[in-house]
């Protein structure tokens, strides 16, 4: 949904089954008129190129959803720079590194005329609708919410989020995901695409436009649609050099995943490099043989298999020949995405007309939902 940790809240697969069938199942519509199409919103933040496992996690599938949605669907993308501040950031390197996120996405395939675009930090309507959320929402509730901990933990790269005390929280990380469901809510956004083990992070989001609902809105009527888990197919691309972890920014070592912004031969060093095993033979067994069975599931996003096919096909391949069979296939992948970042990211007049169209037209959206806000809520 916000792509930024490379921990996730865990949950149990029951857990998971209880959530995804609560928030896929078809609710009432209530009082509210049935609405056309979908709303769909989701957010990256600005802090670096993107890696494989973003691609293939997340970013690749909103192209998806741009390419097969229906004409009357609109599709929200922002850039969420208030989240990325919630933790330190060097202010040329953020500022560089959201028009970077910027020209990532358009290089990647977002039509700004189909999807609008836009960075979150210039439209106000998010952390004006966040501020009034905040004040509805208990604080025993964040407390007891892991992301912060979570985020804490990815920054300093710990071993578990177990590491991580109060004493490194502020006051920001803690609302975090107040200003997640107020991005979302802003657009009354009816669908966010996640992954199955991202379900959890709507729960407050549902909750808040229930809370809201209920405590300002005349005779109860549903004014915020509580959004709708858009489960998508997540590849969880993992670490090349930590198989046991995810594919992170903020690993101290580069060779552990591969950018956008990466040469030919950097990808084939590093492919080169990722950790295997022993074993003869190529098998695919995630517990066991996770270097092999990562690179499988690389290789099965970018050629639109199975792991499990591809491990009976190349059963008999030795670990270095498969590796290249790999880098060929993300060479392949990262080519016309890499020349189109390369080209765009010097476009900064362009960049700047493509942010500010979007802005504009998030604002015409979020701005009619703050101004019903405003008077539910006795602001006028």
Same mark, same amino acid.
């Given at each position: 949904?916000?792509?930024?940790?490379?921990?996730?809240?865990?949950?149990?697969?029951?857990?998971?089954?209880?959530? +995804?069938?609560? *928030?896929?199942?078809?609710?009432?519509?209530?009082?509210?008129?049935?609405?056309?199409?979908?709303?769909?919103?989701?957010?990256?933040?600005?802090?670096?190129?993107?890696?494989?496992?973003?691609? #293939?996690?997340?970013?690749?599938?909103?192209?998806?959803?741009?390419?097969?949605?229906?004409?009357?669907?609109?599709?929200? @993308?922002?850039?969420?720079?208030?989240?990325?501040?919630?933790?330190? &950031?060097?202010?040329?390197?953020?500022?560089?590194?959201?028009?970077?996120?910027?020209?990532?996405?358009?290089?990647?395939?977002?039509?700004?005329?189909?999807?609008?675009?836009?960075? &979150?930090?210039?439209?106000?309507?998010?952390?004006?609708?966040?501020?009034?959320?905040?004040?509805?929402?208990?604080?025993?509730?964040?407390?007891?919410?892991? $992301?912060?901990?979570?985020?804490?933990?990815?920054?300093?790269?710990?071993?578990?989020?177990?590491?991580?005390?109060?004493?490194?929280?502020?006051?920001?990380?803690?609302?975090?995901?107040?200003?997640?469901?107020?991005?979302? #809510?802003? *657009? =009354? !956004?009816?669908?966010?695409?996640?992954?199955?083990?991202?379900?959890?992070?709507?729960?407050?989001? =549902?909750?808040? !436009?229930?809370?809201?609902?209920?405590? @300002?809105?005349?005779?109860?009527?549903?004014?915020?649609?509580?959004?709708?888990?858009?489960?998508? %197919?997540?590849?969880?691309?993992?670490?090349?050099?930590?198989? $046991?972890?995810?594919?992170?920014?903020?690993?101290?070592?580069?060779?552990?995943?591969?950018?956008?912004?990466?040469?030919?031969?950097?990808? +084939?060093?590093? #492919? =080169?490099?990722?950790?295997?095993?022993?074993?003869?033979?190529?098998?695919?067994? %995630?517990?066991?043989?996770?270097?092999?069975?990562?690179?499988?599931?690389?290789?099965?996003?970018?050629?639109?298999?199975?792991?499990?096919?591809?491990?009976?096909?190349?059963?008999?391949?030795?670990?270095?020949?498969?590796?290249?069979?790999?880098?060929?296939?993300?060479?392949?992948?990262?080519?016309?995405?890499?020349?189109?970042?390369?080209?765009? =990211?010097?476009?900064?007049?362009?960049?700047? &007309?493509?942010?500010?169209?979007?802005?504009?037209?998030?604002? !015409?959206?979020?701005?009619?939902?703050?101004?019903?806000?405003?008077?539910?809520?006795?602001?006028?």
């Amino acid at each position: 949904m916000f792509l930024a940790t490379k921990r996730v809240v865990q949950c149990n697969a029951l857990c998971v089954r209880q959530l +995804t069938r609560r *928030y896929l199942s078809a609710e009432a519509v209530g009082n509210e008129a049935p609405r056309r199409g979908k709303i769909v919103f989701s957010g990256i933040q600005p802090t670096g190129v993107p890696h494989l496992g973003n691609y #293939l996690g997340a970013l690749s599938n909103w192209v998806k959803l741009q390419n097969e949605a229906s004409a009357e669907d609109q599709l929200i @993308f922002s850039i969420v720079g208030w989240h990325a501040i919630t933790l330190p &950031q060097k202010a040329k390197e953020l500022s560089a590194s959201r028009w970077d996120m910027l020209a990532t996405l358009l290089a990647i395939g977002i039509d700004p005329k189909r999807s609008i675009v836009f960075h &979150q930090d210039d439209n106000r309507c998010h952390t004006e609708l966040a501020w009034i959320f905040n004040c509805i929402t208990p604080v025993g509730k964040l407390r007891r919410m892991t $992301t912060w901990k979570a985020r804490l933990a990815d920054s300093r790269n710990a071993n578990s989020a177990s590491e991580i005390d109060e004493s490194m929280l502020n006051a920001g990380l803690l609302t975090y995901p107040v200003l997640q469901a107020a991005d979302i #809510l802003a *657009y =009354r !956004a009816t669908h966010v695409p996640v992954g199955e083990d991202q379900v959890q992070h709507l729960e407050l989001s =549902r909750e808040l !436009a229930h809370l809201f609902n209920r405590t @300002f809105v005349p005779g109860k009527k549903r004014f915020f649609p509580p959004p709708i888990a858009d489960i998508t %197919p997540s590849k969880r691309v993992l670490s090349l050099r930590d198989p $046991t972890s995810k594919m992170s920014k903020s690993s101290p070592d580069i060779q552990s995943r591969i950018l956008l912004t990466d040469s030919p031969s950097q990808i +084939t060093s590093k #492919l =080169r490099l990722a950790v295997t095993d022993s074993t003869v033979g190529i098998t695919y067994d %995630p517990i066991n043989r996770p270097g092999i069975a990562n690179l499988l599931t690389i290789l099965a996003a970018c050629v639109g298999k199975t792991p499990s096919e591809l491990a009976e096909e190349y059963a008999n391949k030795s670990n270095a020949e498969f590796k290249s069979l790999v880098t060929d296939a993300v060479q392949d992948l990262f080519h016309g995405p890499r020349t189109e970042f390369e080209r765009l =990211r010097n476009e900064r007049a362009y960049l700047k &007309q493509v942010a500010n169209d979007g802005a504009e037209r998030a604002k !015409a959206h979020s701005e009619e939902t703050l101004r019903q806000v405003r008077q539910f809520v006795g602001l006028y």
